[in-house]
């Protein structure tokens, strides 16, 4: 690594108080936490609002709408949430899906091109995770040295204890 990367890699490190790997590790574990609390938020409120299939067909590839970027992005993510969709609930047997069942079963939750029930919610849950990525990012970078200090060193320090050699004899 060069030197000029290593002084500005040590000067986050000493700015935020927290050592480079506690800081990694923290932005890590937060940029998990903010996808994973968005994605069970939106699907619960997708399904008690009963929004998922409404939403959802609105932007399906086949839906007949115009061409432009944030169209095709929107039904690249709609494509993408229900590959994701349909491989979590076979995996796990979530979304109305029975667990272990190959996917070439027909299974009654795409008809006609058209997303219904729990995969729609899970989809449209999918698809605002993933619109929220830069905000995502930015809340992770900014709560990183809090939760660093907080959290991260804490534990790491409990860990080591144990490990370290008593100087004081």
């Excluded at 990694?24 to 299939?53: D, K, M």
């Amino acid at each position: 690594m060069s030197s000029s990367y290593r002084d500005a890699l040590a000067a986050i490190s000493k700015r935020t108080g927290s050592p480079l790997p506690s800081l990694i590790v923290s932005f890590a574990v937060l940029h998990e936490l903010t996808a994973i609390v968005p994605l069970v938020g939106i699907f619960y409120a997708a399904r008690g609002l009963h929004v998922g299939e409404r939403v959802v067909n609105q932007f399906t590839p086949n839906a007949g709408q115009p061409a432009g970027w944030v169209a095709c992005q929107l039904s690249q993510w709609v494509d993408e949430g229900e590959k994701w969709a349909h491989r979590v609930g076979r995996r796990y047997g979530v979304f109305g899906f029975e667990k272990g069942v190959p996917t070439n079963h027909g299974d009654g939750r795409h008809l006609s091109g058209k997303l219904a029930g729990d995969v729609a919610n899970a989809v449209l849950a999918y698809g605002a995770t993933k619109a929220l990525l830069p905000v995502r990012i930015g809340l992770s970078l900014y709560l990183s040295p809090a939760f660093s200090r907080g959290i991260v060193e804490p534990i790491r320090r409990t860990i080591i204890r144990p490990f370290k050699r008593n100087t004081d004899s």
